[in-house]
Protein backbone atom coordinates (compact mmCIF):
# COMPACT_ATOMS: atom_id res chain seq x y z
CA UNK A 1 0.00 0.00 0.00
CA UNK A 2 1.16 3.49 -0.83
CA UNK A 3 1.87 5.93 1.60
CA UNK A 4 -0.74 8.09 -0.44
CA UNK A 5 -3.18 5.63 0.13
CA UNK A 6 -2.59 5.20 3.81
CA UNK A 7 -2.83 8.78 4.41
CA UNK A 8 -5.98 9.08 2.74
CA UNK A 9 -6.84 6.37 4.80
CA UNK A 10 -6.12 7.97 8.06
CA UNK A 11 -7.15 11.24 7.21
CA UNK A 12 -10.84 9.88 6.99
CA UNK A 13 -10.64 7.98 9.77
CA UNK A 14 -10.02 10.81 11.92
CA UNK A 15 -12.77 13.20 10.06
CA UNK A 16 -14.87 10.26 11.47
CA UNK A 17 -13.63 10.17 14.68
CA UNK A 18 -13.84 13.99 15.05
CA UNK A 19 -17.01 13.91 13.59
CA UNK A 20 -18.59 11.33 16.06
CA UNK A 21 -16.72 13.10 18.99
CA UNK A 22 -18.21 16.75 18.30
CA UNK A 23 -21.14 18.64 20.28
CA UNK A 24 -24.38 17.60 18.39
CA UNK A 25 -25.96 21.07 17.12
CA UNK A 26 -28.86 22.04 19.71
CA UNK A 27 -32.38 21.09 19.41
CA UNK A 28 -34.62 24.02 17.49
CA UNK A 29 -36.41 25.49 19.70
CA UNK A 30 -39.54 24.87 19.82
CA UNK A 31 -42.25 27.68 17.31
CA UNK A 32 -44.16 29.26 19.86
CA UNK A 33 -48.67 28.50 19.19
CA UNK A 34 -50.38 31.57 20.57
CA UNK A 35 -53.13 30.31 22.40
CA UNK A 36 -57.22 30.09 20.68
CA UNK A 37 -58.32 33.57 21.45
CA UNK A 38 -61.39 32.73 23.98
CA UNK A 39 -64.13 35.43 22.77
CA UNK A 40 -66.70 35.73 25.66
CA UNK A 41 -70.19 35.75 25.24
CA UNK A 42 -72.07 38.75 25.38
CA UNK A 43 -73.26 40.15 28.25
CA UNK A 44 -77.46 39.83 28.16
CA UNK A 45 -78.74 43.70 29.72
CA UNK A 46 -81.35 42.81 32.02
CA UNK A 47 -83.61 45.16 30.77
CA UNK A 48 -84.55 45.77 27.46
CA UNK A 49 -87.03 48.49 25.71
CA UNK A 50 -90.68 48.04 25.40
CA UNK A 51 -92.06 50.05 22.88
CA UNK A 52 -95.97 50.89 22.72
CA UNK A 53 -98.47 53.10 20.66
CA UNK A 54 -101.20 54.68 21.68
CA UNK A 55 -103.92 55.99 18.92
CA UNK A 56 -105.08 59.46 20.24
CA UNK A 57 -108.62 61.22 18.38
CA UNK A 58 -107.81 63.98 16.03
CA UNK A 59 -111.50 64.13 15.32
CA UNK A 60 -114.78 62.33 16.24
CA UNK A 61 -117.61 63.00 14.42
CA UNK A 62 -120.89 61.50 15.68
CA UNK A 63 -124.30 61.25 13.79
CA UNK A 64 -127.47 60.35 14.53
CA UNK A 65 -129.30 57.22 13.49
CA UNK A 66 -130.85 58.79 10.65
CA UNK A 67 -127.51 60.07 9.41
CA UNK A 68 -127.27 63.69 10.51
CA UNK A 69 -124.22 64.97 12.50
CA UNK A 70 -124.67 65.36 16.23
CA UNK A 71 -121.23 66.80 16.66
CA UNK A 72 -117.82 67.15 16.22
CA UNK A 73 -114.52 66.60 18.82
CA UNK A 74 -111.55 67.85 16.81
CA UNK A 75 -108.22 67.75 18.84
CA UNK A 76 -104.63 68.44 19.15
CA UNK A 77 -101.55 66.52 20.61
CA UNK A 78 -98.24 67.22 21.93
CA UNK A 79 -95.20 64.88 20.81
CA UNK A 80 -95.57 63.00 23.95
CA UNK A 81 -99.66 63.19 23.72
CA UNK A 82 -100.71 65.80 26.39
CA UNK A 83 -103.65 67.31 24.87
CA UNK A 84 -103.03 71.01 23.00
CA UNK A 85 -106.57 71.83 22.13
CA UNK A 86 -109.60 70.79 21.89
CA UNK A 87 -112.95 71.97 20.36
CA UNK A 88 -116.86 70.35 20.75
CA UNK A 89 -119.04 71.71 17.97
CA UNK A 90 -122.72 70.59 18.54
CA UNK A 91 -125.44 70.00 15.21
CA UNK A 92 -125.47 72.91 14.27
CA UNK A 93 -121.55 73.15 14.00
CA UNK A 94 -121.09 76.10 16.57
CA UNK A 95 -118.21 75.46 18.88
CA UNK A 96 -119.24 74.93 22.64
CA UNK A 97 -116.66 74.20 24.58
CA UNK A 98 -113.05 75.03 24.27
CA UNK A 99 -110.07 73.14 26.11
CA UNK A 100 -106.35 74.00 25.74
CA UNK A 101 -103.28 72.35 27.04
CA UNK A 102 -100.05 73.93 28.34
CA UNK A 103 -97.72 73.71 30.95
CA UNK A 104 -97.48 75.04 34.37
CA UNK A 105 -94.31 73.86 36.27
CA UNK A 106 -93.98 70.22 36.77
CA UNK A 107 -97.74 70.15 35.55
CA UNK A 108 -99.24 70.27 32.27
CA UNK A 109 -102.87 72.12 32.60
CA UNK A 110 -106.21 71.99 30.85
CA UNK A 111 -108.34 74.77 30.78
CA UNK A 112 -111.86 74.72 29.69
CA UNK A 113 -114.02 77.36 28.81
CA UNK A 114 -117.38 77.69 27.95
CA UNK A 115 -117.22 78.96 23.85
CA UNK A 116 -120.63 80.90 23.92
CA UNK A 117 -120.23 83.19 26.97
CA UNK A 118 -116.46 82.51 27.51
CA UNK A 119 -117.27 81.40 31.17
CA UNK A 120 -114.18 79.91 32.77
CA UNK A 121 -115.46 76.03 33.65
CA UNK A 122 -112.42 73.84 34.93
CA UNK A 123 -108.65 73.40 35.32
CA UNK A 124 -107.55 69.77 34.85
CA UNK A 125 -103.90 69.22 36.07
CA UNK A 126 -102.04 66.44 35.01
CA UNK A 127 -98.74 64.97 35.97
CA UNK A 128 -96.58 62.65 33.44
CA UNK A 129 -93.74 60.25 34.24
CA UNK A 130 -90.65 60.67 32.14
CA UNK A 131 -92.09 57.92 30.11
CA UNK A 132 -95.42 59.56 29.59
CA UNK A 133 -97.68 57.63 31.54
CA UNK A 134 -100.80 59.64 33.27
CA UNK A 135 -99.97 59.58 37.31
CA UNK A 136 -101.96 62.13 38.30
CA UNK A 137 -105.33 63.63 36.77
CA UNK A 138 -107.27 66.44 39.21
CA UNK A 139 -110.28 67.82 37.97
CA UNK A 140 -110.41 72.16 40.22
CA UNK A 141 -113.08 74.52 40.18
CA UNK A 142 -112.40 78.05 38.25
CA UNK A 143 -111.37 78.94 41.88
CA UNK A 144 -108.75 76.11 41.90
CA UNK A 145 -110.69 73.86 44.61
CA UNK A 146 -110.34 70.69 43.47
CA UNK A 147 -113.31 68.50 42.41
CA UNK A 148 -111.98 64.93 42.11
CA UNK A 149 -108.80 63.30 41.69
CA UNK A 150 -107.33 60.07 39.75
CA UNK A 151 -104.00 58.90 40.97
CA UNK A 152 -102.39 55.80 38.70
CA UNK A 153 -99.47 53.83 39.64
CA UNK A 154 -97.49 51.75 36.47
CA UNK A 155 -94.43 48.91 36.68
CA UNK A 156 -92.91 48.39 33.87
CA UNK A 157 -95.01 50.47 31.68
CA UNK A 158 -98.42 48.30 33.19
CA UNK A 159 -101.16 50.22 35.64
CA UNK A 160 -100.87 48.37 39.08
CA UNK A 161 -103.24 50.74 40.65
CA UNK A 162 -105.97 53.40 40.27
CA UNK A 163 -107.08 55.54 43.34
CA UNK A 164 -109.98 57.68 42.81
CA UNK A 165 -110.36 61.09 45.59
CA UNK A 166 -113.15 63.07 45.36
CA UNK A 167 -114.13 66.76 47.36
CA UNK A 168 -112.16 69.63 48.70
CA UNK A 169 -109.95 67.29 50.74
CA UNK A 170 -109.27 64.95 47.69
CA UNK A 171 -110.70 61.90 49.97
CA UNK A 172 -110.27 58.18 48.78
CA UNK A 173 -113.49 57.30 47.33
CA UNK A 174 -111.95 53.88 45.48
CA UNK A 175 -109.13 51.84 44.58
CA UNK A 176 -108.48 49.61 41.73
CA UNK A 177 -105.75 46.82 41.37
CA UNK A 178 -104.23 45.32 38.22
CA UNK A 179 -102.90 41.84 38.10
CA UNK A 180 -101.06 40.52 35.06
CA UNK A 181 -100.25 37.07 33.49
CA UNK A 182 -97.04 36.03 32.30
CA UNK A 183 -97.45 37.59 29.19
CA UNK A 184 -97.85 40.73 30.16
CA UNK A 185 -101.94 40.31 29.75
CA UNK A 186 -103.96 42.17 32.27
CA UNK A 187 -106.46 39.13 33.52
CA UNK A 188 -108.20 40.77 36.82
CA UNK A 189 -108.95 44.19 38.55
CA UNK A 190 -109.82 44.28 42.19
CA UNK A 191 -111.89 47.40 42.76
CA UNK A 192 -112.20 48.32 46.56
CA UNK A 193 -114.17 51.11 48.48
CA UNK A 194 -112.91 53.68 51.06
CA UNK A 195 -112.55 51.26 53.75
CA UNK A 196 -110.73 48.82 51.46
CA UNK A 197 -113.50 46.48 51.14
CA UNK A 198 -113.79 44.56 48.23
CA UNK A 199 -116.56 45.54 46.09
CA UNK A 200 -116.25 44.08 42.44
CA UNK A 201 -113.87 41.93 40.56
CA UNK A 202 -113.36 41.97 37.04
CA UNK A 203 -111.53 38.61 35.18
CA UNK A 204 -110.60 38.62 31.81
CA UNK A 205 -109.73 35.82 29.04
CA UNK A 206 -107.79 35.55 25.63
CA UNK A 207 -107.75 33.54 23.04
CA UNK A 208 -104.65 31.74 21.78
CA UNK A 209 -103.32 35.15 19.88
CA UNK A 210 -103.62 37.24 22.89
CA UNK A 211 -106.82 38.95 22.28
CA UNK A 212 -109.49 39.56 25.39
CA UNK A 213 -112.64 37.75 24.50
CA UNK A 214 -114.53 38.16 27.38
CA UNK A 215 -114.70 40.03 30.58
CA UNK A 216 -117.01 39.37 33.38
CA UNK A 217 -117.44 41.51 36.68
CA UNK A 218 -118.88 40.24 39.87
CA UNK A 219 -119.72 41.64 43.11
CA UNK A 220 -118.19 40.71 46.73
CA UNK A 221 -121.03 37.98 46.89
CA UNK A 222 -120.27 36.54 43.37
CA UNK A 223 -123.28 38.03 42.00
CA UNK A 224 -122.63 38.98 38.31
CA UNK A 225 -122.01 42.29 37.51
CA UNK A 226 -120.94 42.75 33.83
CA UNK A 227 -120.26 40.70 31.22
CA UNK A 228 -118.63 41.79 27.80
CA UNK A 229 -117.71 39.72 24.97
CA UNK A 230 -115.31 40.77 22.11
CA UNK A 231 -115.02 39.33 18.49
CA UNK A 232 -111.62 39.51 16.69
CA UNK A 233 -111.14 39.22 12.82
CA UNK A 234 -107.30 38.79 12.56
CA UNK A 235 -105.94 41.46 14.96
CA UNK A 236 -109.12 44.19 14.42
CA UNK A 237 -111.46 43.90 16.78
CA UNK A 238 -114.65 43.99 15.12
CA UNK A 239 -117.38 43.85 17.95
CA UNK A 240 -117.97 44.45 21.54
CA UNK A 241 -121.17 43.12 23.44
CA UNK A 242 -122.18 44.02 26.68
CA UNK A 243 -124.62 41.85 28.18
CA UNK A 244 -124.93 42.86 31.86
CA UNK A 245 -125.75 45.16 32.96
CA UNK A 246 -127.45 46.36 29.72
CA UNK A 247 -127.63 44.88 26.11
CA UNK A 248 -125.39 47.04 24.33
CA UNK A 249 -123.12 46.60 21.12
CA UNK A 250 -120.15 48.66 19.38
CA UNK A 251 -119.12 47.69 15.73
CA UNK A 252 -116.14 48.56 14.59
CA UNK A 253 -114.84 49.23 11.50
CA UNK A 254 -111.35 50.02 9.78
CA UNK A 255 -110.14 52.63 7.75
CA UNK A 256 -106.35 51.61 7.01
CA UNK A 257 -103.88 48.50 8.66
CA UNK A 258 -103.02 51.08 11.54
CA UNK A 259 -105.41 49.23 14.25
CA UNK A 260 -107.18 51.33 15.45
CA UNK A 261 -111.78 52.27 14.15
CA UNK A 262 -112.54 54.65 12.18
CA UNK A 263 -115.72 54.12 12.27
CA UNK A 264 -117.98 52.71 15.32
CA UNK A 265 -121.76 51.98 15.45
CA UNK A 266 -123.63 52.27 18.83
CA UNK A 267 -126.77 49.83 19.72
CA UNK A 268 -128.91 49.75 23.06
CA UNK A 269 -131.02 46.57 22.93
CA UNK A 270 -130.77 46.08 19.33
CA UNK A 271 -131.71 49.67 18.04
CA UNK A 272 -128.73 51.76 16.55
CA UNK A 273 -128.51 55.45 18.83
CA UNK A 274 -125.16 56.42 17.18
CA UNK A 275 -122.33 56.66 14.63
CA UNK A 276 -119.23 57.48 15.17
CA UNK A 277 -116.00 58.17 12.49
CA UNK A 278 -112.83 58.87 13.54
CA UNK A 279 -108.93 59.97 12.52
CA UNK A 280 -106.42 59.60 14.60
CA UNK A 281 -103.07 60.33 15.41
CA UNK A 282 -100.34 57.53 16.77
CA UNK A 283 -98.19 58.25 20.20
CA UNK A 284 -95.16 56.01 20.92
CA UNK A 285 -93.99 55.46 24.55
CA UNK A 286 -90.73 53.11 25.75
CA UNK A 287 -90.09 51.90 29.16
CA UNK A 288 -87.16 49.71 30.73
CA UNK A 289 -88.66 46.01 31.21
CA UNK A 290 -86.86 43.29 32.43
CA UNK A 291 -85.41 41.03 29.83
CA UNK A 292 -86.81 37.40 30.37
CA UNK A 293 -83.58 36.09 28.77
CA UNK A 294 -82.04 37.45 31.87
CA UNK A 295 -84.74 35.59 34.09
Given at each position: MKFGSIARIGFAALFLIVASCSTPPPPAAPVAVAPETQVAPPEVPKF???VTNEALPLSIKTFYPNGDPSGTVISTYTERGQLLTQETTNANGTV????AGKAKGDLWRITTTNAQTGELLSFEDCTYSPEGDLLV???LSPKEIPLSSNEYTFQYGKKVQWVTKLGATLAVQSKATYLYDDGGKNTRVDVYDAGNNLLTTFESQYDAQGHMITRKGVDAKENLVEQVNFTWKGDQKIKEETLKPLLRTLEFTYGDSS????GINTTVRGRLVER??????WVKYT????????L
Open positions: VDMVETRQTTGAPTQVRTYMHLVPNKEK
